[in-house]
């Protein structure tokens, strides 16, 4: 969805205007906010780590694969644990952030009750009484840039093979020596209510951003008919 939602409006930002230099531009100051918690959370654990950071910058820059990059932080290499958690910061500011403004702002604490009632009616109640929130485009656009920026890049993932390997064999071991019922009956059920709320803050994200991509898509036919020019994707 985020990859859906950040064509469509580059597609509508090169119809308006024609000038890919102009749309980056645009795009990037579009997501500045989601950008600055992104980086600023590298930034932060980086310095409650200790680890020197080189350079950071939330300016956006066009790599030489075409690829856009809208802001950095370069630290000093350490372990694969702090590299780890550095690399994953983006990702929990974000779910804080998005769970923050969902049950504060949005009222998706109510959606969450429906759905785990298994009850459709009210959930589609629900959904419509989102538009009536306070200062719902503001709550909307701050969501949608904190959740489409919250991805770890492939940067940020490097170390996670590592420290996926050595958790993997933690569990391994604890099924060898017996352990089994007390990973399931006591470990994975702290897990599951943990997971359970990642989950539906991913949700929320999808659900922001379908609300989002719908008028947009309008919007680039609307516009397109208009002007009489089309977007052609090349793969």
């Known amino acids: 969805m985020q990859k859906i939602l950040h064509r469509e409006i580059q597609s509508v930002l090169m119809l308006i205007f024609n000038r890919p230099t102009i749309v980056i531009a645009i795009f990037s100051l579009l997501l500045l906010p989601g950008v ?75 959606i969450n009750e429906s759905t785990a009632l298994f009850n459709s009616n009210l959930l589609f109640s629900r959904l419509e009484n989102i538009g009536l929130q306070k200062d719902i485009g503001i709550w909307l656009y701050l969501a949608f840039c904190v959740s489409s920026t919250m991805i770890p890049s492939a940067s940020d993932r490097q170390s996670w093979k590592v420290l996926l390997f050595i958790f993997g064999i933690i569990i391994i071991l604890f099924l060898l020596f017996g352990t089994g019922d007390f990973l399931q009956n006591k470990l994975l059920l702290s897990l599951d209510g943990w997971m359970s709320s990642i989950a539906f803050i991913i949700l929320t994200s999808t659900i922001i951003h379908v609300l989002i991509l719908i008028p947009t898509w309008f919007v680039k036919l609307i516009i397109s008919n208009i002007t009489g020019r089309r977007i052609i994707s090349k793969v």
């Open 36 to 110: 600055f918690v992104h980086e600023l959370s590298h930034l932060i654990v980086a310095l409650i780590l200790r680890v020197p950071i080189n350079k950071f910058s939330i300016i956006p820059r066009t790599l030489k694969n075409g690829q856009l990059r809208l802001g950095y932080v370069e630290t000093k290499q350490t372990d694969f644990l702090r590299d780890s958690l550095i690399g994953l910061a983006p990702f929990i500011a974000g779910l804080l952030v998005v769970a923050f403004i969902g049950f504060n702002h949005l009222g998706l604490d109510k």
